[in-house]
């Protein structure tokens, strides 16, 4: 299979928590070649399926770290551990991104390269929409995957 995979984690009526599945329908809406572009609720398990084969892997998903509202954190997990702080708040599953990551690493899963594309939410309530901080996040996000995609 090879090439890239996009996943854009979420939850629709989370609040900020639907960001990355904004950013996977407007990258699907014309994908780059050589990619896939999945939307994925988040559990752990499945995610290991979802990057199965691809050269690398782009996680897109909702941060609650602390920082601003829609300020965006590049992670490289490729070698380094993840903190499951930054997205265990946002997550309503056991195994979660951060400890698919580490289990995927562990069984020698992971994809050569698995980057993070983490914006901070502030508003996470059932039934609210994105807050305007995080959907102005939106373009940019978009426009760098793009840009880390061409670059590979």
Known sequence: ??????????????????????????????????????????????????????????????????????????????????????FSSTSSHALGLAEAIELGRALGRLPDRVLIYGIEGADFATGSSPSPAVLGALDQVVALIREEIDDA
Request: hydrophobic residues 50%; negative net charge.
């Open 1 to 86: 299979m090879g090439g890239t995979v996009v996943i854009g984690i979420g939850q629709e009526r989370r609040g900020d928590d639907a960001i990355g599945l904004l950013v996977a329908r407007r990258l699907a809406a014309l994908p780059p070649a050589n990619c896939r572009v999945l939307e994925h609720d988040g559990d752990g398990m499945d995610l290991l399926l979802a990057w199965e084969g691809a050269d690398q892997a782009i996680l897109v998903d909702a941060l609650l770290s602390g920082g601003q509202a829609g300020e965006l954190r590049v992670i490289d997990a490729t070698e380094a551990s993840l903190s499951a702080a930054l």
